[in-house]
């Protein structure tokens, strides 16, 4: 947790709206990472920024939107187009190595 | 992609006795990262060893690397009821410059007091 803050902790919205995570950090990291997590599974990358202004598609990309306007935030957008949307969502930064820090994540609900 | 897979999925033990946990990866690595994520919580990392390490310790953690056999283990020591929580491995990719970790699914572990 530490210098990454997610809200909200719950959210719960109807399928077909978007709807958008936020992630706050105030690490100085340049480098900030959106995950989704499934019961007893493990984390699967949605989106990435090494850089302000710049982002890239991780493995699960689709059904998802980011922007990078600010260093310090990275928001996720989940759309209707995601099929599956409810799960925890996780967000990371990394400084300069490669370890990772981790925010308290947000658990959506869609129904 | 999955890179790096847990052995257990789930492990259960009593208060003081070890806990074992193994990663198993594909490709080559700079390094390999064991992380820690309680119920409901983000994840907290616990130790990072280098592809030129073999051993590491943190506390009661210990934490070894082959890469021949690319795999590594987890021993945690002493066990805690506190230590219940999911161990997750994480990987990078050597030839991919600077690309972005690789989680495997974790083990569930459960230390009963």
């Known amino acids: 947790d530490g210098g990454i803050t997610q809200s909200p902790k719950y959210l719960f919205r109807k399928e077909g709206q978007n709807v958008t995570l936020s992630c706050e950090q105030n690490?100085?990291?340049?480098?900030m990472y959106w995950y989704r997590q499934d019961p007893g599974q493990g984390l699967r990358l949605i989106y990435y920024s090494q850089i302000v202004n710049d982002f890239q598609k991780g493995d699960i990309a689709e059904g998802y939107s980011v922007s990078r306007e600010k260093k310090e935030s990275f928001p996720l957008t989940v759309t209707s187009a995601q099929k599956n949307p409810t799960a925890f969502y996780l967000c990371?930064?990394?400084?300069?190595?490669?370890?990772?820090?981790f925010g308290p994540g947000t658990r959506l609900t869609v129904t | 992609s999955q890179q790096g897979e847990e052995d257990p999925q789930a492990l259960s033990i009593q208060e003081g006795e070890n806990a074992t946990m193994n990663c198993s990866y594909k490709t080559s690595i700079n390094n390999l990262q064991w992380y820690r994520q309680n119920s409901g919580r983000g994840l907290v990392h616990l130790i990072l060893?280098?592809?030129?390490?073999r051993e590491k310790h943190s506390g009661r953690l210990r934490v070894t690397l082959d890469t021949s056999k690319k795999s590594s283990s987890l021993l945690i020591t002493a066990s805690r009821a506190a230590d219940t929580a999911s161990y997750f491995c994480?990987?990078?990719?050597?030839?991919?410059?600077?690309?972005?970790?690789?989680f495997g699914k974790g083990t569930r572990l459960s230390v009963i007091a």
């Open positions: 994480a990987t990078d990719r050597f030839y991919s410059g600077n690309t972005p970790l690789v």
């Open positions: 690490l100085n990291h340049d480098a």
């Open positions: 990371a930064t990394e400084g300069q190595g490669t370890q990772q820090y």
């Open positions: 060893i280098r592809s030129n390490e």
